[in-house]
């Protein structure tokens, strides 16, 4: 069953401005993660954040987690045509920690405008 | 260099005629998964192994078979494919030491006719 579900679906920006997604999930996490796909090919992991963590900064990324609203965003500021994927959130759940696997969303394809 | 390899890349096949798609990984990780990506539904776990000779099934295990003989390697097998098995496949793996992100393999695209 579907754990993590990302919003929106689809987004398209300008070259510069950030781009925030957004994924919610139904149970209790050890943590959280977002990958990066481009078209067709294997998952890259961007960052993880852990339950009892509530903000985190990559680069140019920035993931917030709020387990009272059992969500997540993903923020990319000053985008490039090269942010140009599909984000996924996966989340890691509490009774399988690490080993039962993650749980995908379906993604937010996001697409970055020159 | 760290990484997971999945063989073949490509593969067009009949109903009925079994297959394995190879899954290989150089980084010692104890766990190892198999996805399929179909559009609109994401990607949904096959199978996983928490270790050699431990495998658990997935939330779409049915019509595929694993094998987990060496830490490095998680072939799948799909002993009589049908149409509906169509989809890109993904193998991972990860370390259950933590952190658990999970490294993935460039995929397989299958199309069964």
């Known amino acids: 069953s579907q754990q993590g579900e990302e919003d929106p679906q689809a987004l398209s920006i300008q070259e510069g401005e950030n781009a925030t997604m957004n994924c919610s999930y139904k149970t209790s996490i050890n943590n959280l993660q977002w990958y990066r796909q481009n078209s067709g090919r294997g998952l890259v992991h961007l960052i993880l954040?852990?339950?009892?963590?509530r903000e985190k900064h990559s680069g140019r990324l920035r993931v917030t987690l709020d387990t009272s609203k059992k969500s997540s965003s993903l923020l990319i500021t000053a985008s490039r045509a090269a942010d140009t994927a599909s984000y996924f959130c996966?989340?890691?759940?509490?009774?399988?920690?690490?080993?039962?696997?993650?749980?995908f969303g379906k993604g937010t394809h996001l697409i970055i405008q020159p | 260099e760290a990484q997971v390899t999945q063989n073949p890349r490509y593969l067009i096949t009949v109903t009925g005629k079994k297959l394995t798609v190879t899954c290989s990984q150089n980084m010692n990780h104890e766990y190892m998964s198999w996805y399929r990506q179909d559009p609109g539904l994401g990607l949904r776990q096959i199978y996983y192994?928490?270790?050699?000779?431990?495998?658990d099934k997935g939330d779409v295990p049915e019509g595929y078979k694993v094998s987990r003989k060496e830490k490095r390697n998680f072939p799948l097998i799909l002993e009589s494919p049908s149409p509906n098995q169509t989809s890109l496949y993904f193998c991972?793996?990860?370390?259950?030491?933590?952190?658990?992100?999970?490294?993935f393999g460039p995929g397989t695209r299958l199309t069964v006719t």
């Open positions: 991972a793996s990860s370390s259950l030491q933590g952190p658990y992100e999970q490294y």
């Open positions: 954040i852990r339950s009892n963590e």
């Open positions: 996966a989340t890691d759940v509490l009774s399988g920690g690490g080993a039962d696997g993650l749980t």
């Open positions: 192994s928490m270790n050699v000779e431990v495998t």
